[in-house]
């Protein structure tokens, strides 16, 4: 059903370690859903059966590839978690883009020292710039729209003028 305040983008921060692939049952894994819903309503999300996008990015301190998860890991599991409450199957999901970007990394990785954040909505960033001063380690940023056409779109780098 088409919700016109679900045509906006919903977007939300949460503190803590992305819910991984396979934890996503069991207590930890309903908590962990629980919490996106909540964080998802409280952004002002309805729920919405027309096609979205989805935006996940993992900012994380110290990063240990062999602890920490990685981009694809740590979106399909959110998904899955606002099924029922932002849609009914996240299959609307049509378009995903998901990072992992490093707080403080000075190993060529992509680094919240190098990322535009200036686009992030007000309420989102107000919480991603005071979890970063209380230095969380794990921080999952969140987003969900209306999907356009225009939004796929090939050859990323040359669109940001880089070769």
Partial sequence: MDDPVSRDPVSFVRAGRPLSANKTKGKIGEKIAADLKGLYRAAGGGHWNGFRYGVVYYFVRDYKPHNDSD????SKPIWDALEGEAYDDDKVVRLRRAGVIEIGASNGA???DVIDVTEMPAAASDRFFLLLEQEERH???VELGAVTPNMFTFNLANRQGSA
């Avoid at 981009?71 to 740590?74: L, M, R, S």
Wanted: glycine fraction near 0%; proline fraction near 10%; charge should be negative.
């Fill in 139 to 141: 921080i999952v940023y």
């Fill in 71 to 74: 981009a694809d890991n740590v």
């Fill in 110 to 112: 992509p680094s919240l």
